[in-house]
């Protein structure tokens, strides 16, 4: 039984998603404030965090940094922005979804449905592939990428999108292709969200993210990854 944890300061946004992600049989552990809720987060080890960004006490922005610290577990978040450099925020700090408010309760039962099922379904790679040498190298095993020899902390959905692209080296994805392979068909965000996880990925795994050696632009297509 999966175990969502809940940060966020409306009580009945609150009590309604809890009674529909009780009813899909998730385990829910909730709070009503930042503090509280990393506490929560420590204990309970969730594997999935639905996060509102304006808290009383810590930011959603800064929970989910803290978060991103030490964990990869999935973060969907709530916020009554609604302005694209909103959501591109949110994305880059290492959030995996983005919900506006007010939003239907089925649609964020949907959207947690579909990101833990994106998480199961990762297909495997050879156990360990390494790039230049092991400049970057990835255990796929173990679910791990080292950069240098150092581990790299990635998102599922950057570890999905990498692995999707070292498994196809040299071959072009469209955004499209990307948002439907990695964030699944049924994702109704904008197309451009690839381009977040593309950005944030190259911080992590190049030298110089603004002329990556691996995770490089096909203009006006898409991305492509490119390795010895």
Known sequence: MKKILIIEDEKNVIEVVEAYLTKEGYTVYKSTNGKEGLSIFNQKAPDLLVLDLML?????EEICK??????NVPIIMLTAKSAVEDRIKGLSIGADDYLVKPFSPKELVMRVRTVLRR???TEPLSDVISFRNDDLKIDVI????????????????E???LSL??????????REDLIEKVLGADFEGYDRTIDSHIKNLRKKIEDNPKQPIYIKTVI????KFEGE
């Open 220 to 223: 006006r297509v898409g991305y």
């Open 119 to 121: 998480l199961s379904n």
């Open 56 to 60: 009383p006490d810590i930011s959603g």
């Open 165 to 174: 692209l070292i498994k196809n080296v040299n071959r072009v994805y469209t």
């Open 66 to 71: 803290e978060v991103r610290k030490k964990s």
């Open 142 to 157: 173990q679910h791990k990428v080292f950069k240098k020899g150092n581990e790299v902390n990635l998102t599922p959905v």
């Open 159 to 161: 570890y999905k999108l």
